[in-house]
């Protein structure tokens, strides 16, 4: 191989590094749970699913319980959002009802020699919501 190779080598190697280290830096992780004997609709439209701070006046059925734990606190509101949307949609849901909404510790990092060992913790926001879809009164 020629110095020239190398070169482009090694570029597109730090290129493909530095994307991942960046997109790494700012991820939201989901876990959802769907509620035992509750009623199975089939998946819904992430684009049309409601983000509600408080439950809504018609009728529905609590499907199950959305967490998403963003991996710093610079994770933006709009990326958050669209996550729970996602795994709402799953559960075939029509809104999320934000329940929780703290700043709470998520982690912890050990750093430095094994005589003088620090342990900060990390915090980020862990919002937990409950899927609903919207039923017709008297079902």
């Known amino acids: 191989m020629n110095m020239k190779t190398i070169l482009r080598y090694l570029s597109s190697f730090f290129t493909v590094a530095a994307l991942f280290f960046v997109a790494g830096c700012s991820t939201v ?12 609709f089939a998946p819904s439209n992430a684009a049309d699913i409601q983000i509600l701070r408080e439950p ?16 710093s606190e610079s994770v933006g509101v709009p990326k958050i959002e669209q996550a729970l949307r996602n795994a709402a949609a799953r559960m075939g849901a029509d809104a999320i009802v934000i329940v929780c909404d703290p700043t709470q510790v998520t982690g912890a990092v050990i750093t430095g020699p094994w005589y003088g060992r620090t342990i ?20």
Do not use: D, F, N, W
């Open 120 to 139: 900060p913790q990390t915090t980020g926001r862990v919002i937990i919501g409950v899927a609903i879809k919207y039923t017709v009164a008297g079902s």
């Open 56 to 71: 809504p006046t018609r009728p529905h059925a609590r499907l199950g319980e959305v967490r998403a734990e963003s991996s």
């Open 29 to 40: 992780s989901i876990s959802s749970s769907q509620y035992i004997g509750g009623p199975q």
